[in-house]
C-alpha cells in the first residue's frame, strides 16, 4: 500500500488561508469517504482534526475544513494562526480494514 | 477524558522481540477496535496494525505482516503489541491510537520509542 501524495511543505501569512492536498488512487481516497486529517506540533502525538471527509470532532475550530473529489481530498486552514504551525498528515480507509497515511505537509505560518 | 499509555519501548538488536504495551482508559475499551501506528525519525506515520473490539480480527500492515502480532487484555484496558524479527527500518515511534468514527483515529498515546541497532 503506497502512501498517499501531500506536498512537502506549505506556507502563509497570519490570517490567510493554505490549502494541503492529498491524492490517492480509487483504491483508498477515491473509493471511500473516510479521509480524516491530522495535525502534529513537533516533538507531540498527532491530534485528529477532520474526519468523514469533512467533519470537524468537538473543540476544533471551524478555520479547519475537509474537502474530496475523486481520487484528492483537501484540507483548508482558514485565518492562519501562529498555532496553527505543524505537520499535516491525511489518512484514508484503504480495503480489508487498512489504513493508508499521506507524506505529510509542513506548515509554515511566516 | 480519554487516556492512552504506551510503554515497553527501547534498544533491541536486529532479528530480537519486544512487546509494547498500551494502557487505556476514560472509555469503554471492549467497545472500540484499537490500532498502532508508527514513526520513523523524521519521517511520516505509517499505519501498522489493528486489532477489532471482538479481539481477534486483525489486520497488519504488509511491512510487519507476519512478524508482528496484535492482541489485548479486556481485563486490564491494555493493548500490546508483539514484534518479532525487527529489523533497522522498525525503529520509529509506536503510537496506540483508539479508532473514531469512519475510520478515524480519534486519541492517541504519546509513543514510545523502539531503536533496533547492534
Known amino acids: 500500500q503506497s502512501a498517499l501524495t501531500q506536498p512537502p511543505s506549505a506556507s502563509g501569512s497570519p490570517g490567510q488561508s493554505v490549502t494541503i492536498s492529498c491524492t490517492g488512487t480509487s483504491s483508498d481516497v477515491g473509493g471511500y469517504n473516510f479521509v480524516s486529517w491530522y495535525q502534529q506540533h513537533p516533538g507531540k502525538a498527532p491530534q485528529l482534526i477532520i474526519y468523514d471527509v469533512n467533519k470537524r470532532p468537538s473543540g476544533v475550530p471551524d478555520r479547519f475544513s475537509g474537502s474530496k473529489s475523486g481520487n484528492t481530498a483537501s484540507l483548508t486552514v482558514s485565518g492562519l494562526q501562529v498555532d496553527d504551525e505543524a505537520d499535516y498528515y491525511c489518512?484514508?480507509?484503504?480495503?480489508?480494514?487498512?489504513?493508508?497515511f499521506g507524506t505529510g505537509t509542513m506548515v509554515t505560518v511566516l | 477524558e480519554v487516556h492512552l499509555l504506551e510503554s515497553g519501548g527501547g534498544l533491541v538488536q536486529p532479528g530480537g522481540s519486544l512487546r509494547l504495551s498500551c494502557a487505556a482508559s476514560?472509555?469503554?475499551?471492549?467497545?472500540?477496535?484499537m490500532c498502532w501506528v508508527r514513526q520513523a525519525p523524521g519521517k511520516g506515520l505509517e499505519w501498522v496494525s489493528r486489532l477489532e473490539n471482538d479481539g481477534r480480527t486483525t489486520n497488519h500492515a504488509d511491512s510487519v505482516k507476519g512478524r508482528f502480532t496484535v492482541s489485548r487484555d479486556e481485563s486490564k484496558n491494555t493493548l500490546f503489541l508483539h514484534m518479532n524479527s525487527l529489523r533497522d527500518d522498525d525503529t520509529a515511534i509506536y503510537y496506540c491510537?483508539?479508532?473514531?468514527?469512519?475510520?478515524?483515529?480519534?486519541?492517541w498515546g504519546p509513543g514510545t520509542l523502539v531503536t533496533v541497532s547492534s
Open positions: 489518512a484514508s480507509h484503504a480495503g480489508n480494514n487498512k489504513r493508508v
Open positions: 476514560g472509555f469503554t475499551f471492549r467497545d472500540f477496535a
Open positions: 491510537a483508539k479508532d473514531g468514527a469512519a475510520w478515524s483515529l480519534d486519541n
